[in-house]
C-alpha cells in the first residue's frame, strides 16, 4: 500500500508502509511533462513509524519538499541520500526533546499548582509582611501585615512548619476570608507558645518559637 501526499506541483511524496520484507519505504518523486512520475529519492526503513516520521517531515511544509526534491534532482540519490535522512532524524530527535519539555513543563505546572509556599517580604519603608502563595500564581492569595519584622517573623516560626495544613488554610481563606484565616493562624502560635511554655521548650522574650521544629 502506498500513500502519495502533493507538497508541490512538481515534487511528491510517496510511502509503501506495507508489503515489502525489506521495510517500509519513503520515496521522493519528480512529476514530468507527461504527468507521470520518477523517483529522485528513496530510503528503506526498519519501521513504519520513522518512515511515517521521514515522510511526515518531508512534507511538513511545500518549500522543504521542493529543496530536497531538488537536491536529490541534482545531486542524484546516493549524494543526497544520507543528508536528507540525517536531517531527518535530526528534526526528529529535536521534536521529540521539545515534546519531552513541555511534557516537563506541564508536570512542572501540575506540581507547583498543587503546592503552597510561605513567603516573607521586608518592602523599603513600609510594614513587614508574609504571604502564602500558591506556586502556579503570581501573587499570594493570604496576606498578613505587621507593624515590626519581629512580630511577622513570631507568626513566621509558627507557620513555617505548617506546610501541611496549607491547603485548609487556603480553603479556609476562602470560605470566610481574611479575618478568618488571621484568627486561625494567630490561635494555632498561640496555643503552641502555650504549651511549649508548658514543656519548657519556649525561647522566651518576643519570639518563644524561636528554636521550635514543629510537632
Given at each position: 500500500?502506498s500513500?502519495?501526499?502533493?507538497?508541490?506541483?512538481?515534487?511528491?511524496?510517496?510511502?509503501e508502509?506495507?508489503?515489502h520484507?525489506?521495510?517500509?519505504?519513503?520515496?521522493?518523486?519528480?512529476s514530468?511533462?507527461d504527468?507521470?512520475?520518477?523517483?529522485?529519492?528513496?530510503?528503506?526503513?526498519d519501521?513504519?513509524?520513522?518512515?511515517?516520521?521521514?515522510r511526515?517531515?518531508?512534507t511538513?511544509?511545500?518549500?522543504?519538499?521542493?529543496?530536497?526534491?531538488?537536491?536529490?534532482?541534482?545531486?542524484?540519490?546516493?549524494?543526497?541520500?544520507?543528508?536528507?535522512?540525517?536531517?531527518?532524524?535530526?528534526?526528529?530527535a529535536?521534536?521529540?526533546?521539545?515534546e519531552?519539555?513541555?511534557?516537563?513543563?506541564?508536570?512542572?505546572e501540575?506540581?507547583?499548582?498543587?503546592?503552597?509556599?510561605l513567603?516573607?517580604?521586608?518592602?523599603h519603608?513600609k510594614?513587614?509582611?508574609?504571604?502564602?502563595?500558591?506556586?502556579?500564581?503570581?501573587?499570594?492569595?493570604?496576606?498578613?501585615?505587621?507593624?515590626?519584622?519581629w512580630?511577622?517573623?513570631?507568626v513566621?516560626?509558627w507557620?513555617?512548619?505548617?506546610?501541611?495544613r496549607?491547603?485548609?488554610?487556603?480553603r479556609?481563606?476562602?470560605?470566610?476570608?481574611?479575618?478568618?484565616?488571621?484568627?486561625?493562624?494567630?490561635?494555632?502560635?498561640l496555643?503552641?507558645?502555650?504549651d511549649?511554655?508548658?514543656?519548657?521548650?519556649?525561647?522566651?522574650?518576643?519570639?518563644?518559637?524561636r528554636?521550635w521544629?514543629?510537632?
Amino acid at each position: 500500500m502506498s500513500n502519495l501526499l502533493s507538497g508541490t506541483s512538481r515534487y511528491v511524496a510517496q510511502m509503501e508502509d506495507a508489503g515489502h520484507a525489506a521495510g517500509p519505504c519513503v520515496r521522493i518523486l519528480r512529476s514530468l511533462a507527461d504527468d507521470t512520475h520518477v523517483v529522485v529519492w528513496h530510503v528503506r526503513l526498519d519501521t513504519p513509524e520513522e518512515a511515517a516520521s521521514i515522510r511526515d517531515w518531508l512534507t511538513s511544509t511545500p518549500e522543504r519538499l521542493r529543496f530536497w526534491g531538488r537536491v536529490a534532482f541534482r545531486l542524484g540519490p546516493d549524494a543526497a541520500g544520507p543528508v536528507i535522512l540525517a536531517s531527518a532524524r535530526f528534526a526528529e530527535a529535536e521534536r521529540q526533546e521539545a515534546e519531552r519539555r513541555e511534557r516537563e513543563r506541564i508536570e512542572e505546572e501540575a506540581r507547583r499548582a498543587d503546592e503552597i509556599t510561605l513567603y516573607t517580604y521586608t518592602p523599603h519603608k513600609k510594614a513587614p509582611y508574609l504571604g502564602l502563595e500558591r506556586g502556579n500564581k503570581r501573587e499570594p492569595f493570604f496576606v498578613m501585615r505587621f507593624d515590626e519584622r519581629w512580630e511577622r517573623d513570631r507568626v513566621c516560626d509558627w507557620l513555617m512548619y505548617q506546610k501541611a495544613r496549607f491547603a485548609e488554610m487556603e480553603r479556609l481563606f476562602q470560605t470566610s476570608g481574611q479575618l478568618a484565616l488571621e484568627k486561625h493562624v494567630l490561635d494555632g502560635m498561640l496555643a503552641t507558645e502555650k504549651d511549649a511554655r508548658r514543656r519548657g521548650i519556649s525561647a522566651g522574650g518576643r519570639r518563644p518559637l524561636r528554636f521550635w521544629r514543629g510537632e
